[in-house]
């Protein structure tokens, strides 16, 4: 079986790669193209999506990682949700857009205004512990986006065939559904 890659330019790498260790999975970072030749799906972590964006054109990791995302099962949390996402504001930037949904950046907040809380996702029985961290609003844009869960009224857990997007994090707990969920996506066939 092939690793879980964790798109380790910037932001939030660590915690990922010791919960799906946990969960018996082996995980790799992912920083240059050959990476992807090693992995089968891929997380994209919360942390500054502009940074990442700048390092991706530095590293001319751009189109690979596109390719990759179309094609695999991918997470992206957060900063790594706005990377995905086909629409990007507040402010406006490029994207990956491998999947149909709209990315209000800051929309929770500033870092002083992150929080925790609990979620309801029709995925699981129990609430997910979720934390928000300088967090986007994600919208979807098409009938194929299926939200997973809301918060606020807002969707904040979505999947769009083998995409899941969250805009909280839950790496920094001790929860492991979601990784769980994750690593049983599989790409539907066309
Ligand atoms: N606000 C950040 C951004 O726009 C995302 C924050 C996060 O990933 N926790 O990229």
């Given at each position: 079986?092939?690793?879980?890659?964790?798109?380790?330019?910037?932001?939030c790498?660590?915690?990922?790669?010791?919960?799906l260790?946990s969960?018996?999975?082996?995980?790799?970072?992912?920083?240059?193209?050959?990476?992807?030749?090693?992995?089968?799906r891929?997380?994209?972590?919360?942390?500054?999506?502009?940074?990442?964006?700048?390092l991706?054109?530095?590293?001319?990791l751009?189109?690979?990682?596109?390719?990759?995302?179309?094609?695999?099962?991918?997470?992206?949390?957060?900063?790594?949700?706005?990377?995905?996402a086909?629409?990007?504001?507040?402010?406006?930037?490029?994207?990956?857009?491998?999947?149909n949904?709209?990315?209000?950046?800051?929309?929770?907040?500033?870092?002083?205004?992150s929080?925790?809380t609990e979620?309801?996702s029709?995925?699981?029985?129990?609430?997910?512990?979720a934390?928000?961290?300088?967090?986007?609003k994600?919208?979807?844009?098409?009938?194929?986006?299926?939200?997973?869960?809301?918060?606020?009224g807002?969707?904040?857990?979505?999947?769009e065939?083998?995409?899941?997007?969250?805009?909280?994090?839950?790496?920094?707990?001790?929860?492991?559904?979601?990784?769980?969920?994750f690593?049983?996506?599989?790409?539907?066939?066309?």
């Open positions: 079986m092939k690793a879980v890659g964790i798109l380790a330019l910037q932001g790498v660590e915690p990922h790669v010791r919960v260790r969960l018996g999975r082996d995980a790799i970072s992912v920083k240059r193209g050959e990476d992807f030749e090693e992995i089968d891929l997380i994209l972590p919360g942390g500054e999506s502009s940074t990442m964006l700048r991706l054109e530095r590293f001319s751009f189109e690979p990682l596109r390719s990759f995302c179309l094609s695999r099962p991918t997470w992206g949390v957060c900063a790594g949700a706005i990377l995905l086909a629409k990007v504001e507040h402010p406006s930037q490029v994207s990956l857009a491998t999947v949904v709209l990315a209000h950046r800051n929309f929770y907040g500033s870092q002083r205004e929080f925790s979620v309801r029709s995925l699981f029985d129990k609430p997910l512990s934390d928000f961290i300088r967090a986007p994600l919208s979807p844009l098409a009938s194929t986006v299926e939200v997973l869960a809301e918060y606020g807002d969707a904040v857990l979505l999947r065939n083998h995409t899941l997007l969250s805009s909280f994090h839950v790496e920094l707990e001790s929860d492991t559904r979601l990784h769980q969920y690593l049983s996506l599989e790409v539907a066939p066309r």
